[in-house]
Every structure is written in structure tokens, then in C-alpha cells.
């Protein structure tokens, strides 16, 4: 490809406005950040500079990646540490034209730390507050409970939640697929959708395209955290594209983790030019190497991404999103405008 077009490309989808709906906070821990926290708090880590810290980070697969993933969140204790750390994300989301995202947080990642969940949401709250007053940033959250632990403990955050519930517009499934199928968590949903929330589960990045029906038909979700080994089942194809099931894609994420070899592997546009709703989202940007528009980026450089297939891609961002209808519909008027300009 043209240096030329490739810049021309870059600058005009960097202005984009655009939404991120798949994004872990902890995941957004800067290596920097990270390094000044451990030694404010007194937490040992195995690495002592940046260097270190982000030549640590190659993995073989998905629970090679939790661990220190994990191990990077112990470092989070009291309320200034997750205010920086929703700061330097919410920062970066401006940077790079995010008007609106939907950010995962795991209150019982800290819970072993001794972390409370009202620390927790004080930090984070200070921090999209700031931002929503200095630069009009949309945030919603997503509760997200970590499918590695038993079903009564995330009932048990659920509850403590409740304290919370005006904070969160949907509950979320993240960590280890493997030996944790969607049927192990049917009673918290149950639970979570009588309390109103509005429901989102990972599937199919690891597991297997019978954990994304699992999630549509016995959790309720409405839509699904990556998602791309859909593909093995025509048949969940062709229903999620009738049903228009937003998927939430995280492309460097999948590199990095193995879904895929290489980039030019991903399945993505394959997804997208068969109808499907799918969206671009980072994941954990700290660790895989590249924030939003690095995804596009990406996609741009290995499947010859088009303008025309990237502003479908944004669209469904907004589309996807747990927004109302009125919400919606202003972001998308004001990203006409935007690719629109000549
Ligand atoms: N938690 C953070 N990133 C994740 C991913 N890619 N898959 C599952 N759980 C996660
Ligand atoms: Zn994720």
C-alpha cells in the first residue's frame, strides 16, 4: 500500500468519533503506571523497568495472559490508584476520538487485596466525572464478573452491587473460558436481569461457537465479547446476522493471544461483509500493544481495510452500543458530518 494513502487513511480515521465497547480497565494498566504504583503501595513484581515490564508481555494463549494480567492489578489498593487508572484510559479515549466507551470493571480482581468496592467506585467515579465535565466524555459501565470463580461468589458481588446499580448499565463475563461454560453462571444472569441490567458475556474467543449459543440462549445476552469462532457454526451465523448480535472484536487481542497466527488470518471483514454486526475494540491495550485506532490501524495494514468498511465498523459501534436510541442517534448524525467533510 501507498505511504501516501496509508497516511491519508490514518489521519482520517483517527478523527473519526468512534465508541469502544470492549474494554477491560485493568487492561489499560500503562507499564509506567504500573511500575509507580508497586513501589508507592510496596507490591513486589518480578520487573523493576519499563523494558522489563513490556518485554514480559508475549503469551501463548489467554490464561498465559491472565496471570499477568492478574498479577499487574494487584498493584491497585487505594482510591488515587483507580482514579489514574480510569484517567489514563478516559485521557487516551480523548486522544484518540472515543466519545463514547463502555468500560468492563472487575471489582473481585481486588477483592483478595482487601479493596472494597466502594474504594473502588470512588477512584473511578472522581475520574469520569472530571471527564465528562472538561471534555463531554461519554462512559457506561459494565460489571464484569470473572468466570474462573464460583457461581455463589458472583451472586455475592452482585448483591454488594446493588449499592452501585445506577453506576452500571449492564453486567459482563470475562477471564478463562476453558472449563467455565455459560450454564455455570445461569442463576447470576437470572438475578442480573431481574435487577434491570442489561447483559454482555465473552464467548467464543477461546471456548467454542456452543458457548456463544449458550450465552444467547440461556444467559439472555444481547451481545458477545469477541465472538470470532462463530465462524465454525453456519448455522450461528446466519443467526446472528438475522438477529443482528453485535459482536465486540478485539483484533491485536486475538494476535496477540493465538486466536489467530497473523493478522492477516483474522476473520473480522470476512464477518462484516457477510452482515454480521461486528465491532472493533481494543481489550486490554496496555498489554496487546495498541489502543483503538492501533486496531484499525492494523486491519488497514494486513486485510487492506477499506474507508468504506471502517465507517461501517464505527457505525456498529455506536449501533452495538448500551446507549438509548436518542444517544445513538446523535453520535451517528455527528459521524456522518465528520467522514462526510471533504
Ligand atoms: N480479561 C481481560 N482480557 C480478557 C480476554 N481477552 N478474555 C477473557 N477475559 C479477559
Ligand atoms: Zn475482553
Redesign the pocket.
Known amino acids: 500500500m501507498q505511504i501516501e494513502s496509508q497516511n491519508n487513511f490514518s489521519e482520517w480515521l483517527c478523527g473519526l468519533p468512534k465508541a469502544e465497547l470492549h474494554l ?1 480497565i ?2 489499560s494498566l500503562q507499564a509506567h503506571r504500573l511500575l509507580s504504583l508497586a513501589k508507592k503501595n510496596g507490591i513486589a513484581l518480578p520487573y523493576s523497568t519499563q523494558q522489563q515490564v513490556e518485554s514480559a508481555y508475549h503469551f501463548e494463549n ?1 490464561q498465559s ?2 496471570d499477568l ?1 492478574y498479577l499487574g492489578a494487584s498493584v491497585l489498593i487505594d482510591e488515587s490508584d483507580f482514579y489514574h487508572l480510569m484517567m489514563d484510559y478516559l485521557l487516551k479515549c480523548k486522544e484518540q476520538n472515543i466519545v463514547h466507551t463502555e468500560i ?1 470493571v ?1 471489582p473481585q480482581t481486588y477483592a483478595p487485596n482487601g479493596v472494597s468496592f466502594a474504594t473502588m467506585m470512588r477512584g473511578f467515579s472522581k475520574a469520569i466525572e472530571q471527564a465528562q465535565q472538561e471534555w463531554g466524555q461519554s462512559v457506561a459501565l459494565i460489571l ?1 464478573f470473572l468466570r474462573h470463580l464460583d457461581e455463589d461468589q458472583c451472586l455475592e458481588t452482585l448483591e454488594e452491587a446493588r449499592a452501585f446499580r445506577e453506576s452500571f448499565v449492564a453486567i459482563g463475563l ?4 476453558q472449563d467455565n461454560p455459560p450454564i455455570k453462571f445461569e442463576r447470576l444472569y437470572r438475578e442480573a436481569h431481574k435487577q434491570g441490567y442489561r447483559a454482555t458475556a ?1 464467548a467464543g ?2 471456548g467454542p461457537a456452543s458457548f456463544i449459543w449458550d450465552c444467547l440462549k440461556i444467559l439472555n445476552v444481547e451481545r458477545i ?2 465472538g470470532v469462532r462463530c465462524a465454525e457454526d453456519p448455522s450461528l451465523v446466519d443467526y446472528l446476522v438475522a438477529q443482528q448480535v453485535a459482536l465486540t472484536v ?1 483484533p491485536l ?1 486475538n494476535t496477540k ?1 493465538c486466536v489467530f497466527d497473523e493478522m492477516d488470518q483474522h476473520n473480522v471483514l470476512d464477518l462484516l461483509n457477510k452482515g454480521l454486526l461486528v465491532t472493533i475494540n481494543s ?2 491495550p496496555a498489554y496487546f500493544d495498541g489502543y483503538l485506532n492501533e486496531n484499525f490501524l492494523a486491519l488497514r495494514k494486513h486485510l487492506s481495510l477499506t474507508k468504506e468498511q471502517a465507517l461501517r465498523l464505527v457505525k456498529n459501534s455506536f449501533k452495538a452500543s448500551f446507549l438509548s436510541d436518542d444517544a445513538k442517534a446523535g453520535f451517528l448524525q455527528e459521524l456522518s458530518q465528520t467522514a462526510d467533510a471533504p
Open positions: 477491560h485493568d487492561g489467554l495472559f491472565l494480567y468492563m472487575e464484569s470475562a477471564s478463562a473460558e465473552h474467543e477461546e465479547d469477541h478485539c487481542s493471544l481489550d486490554d
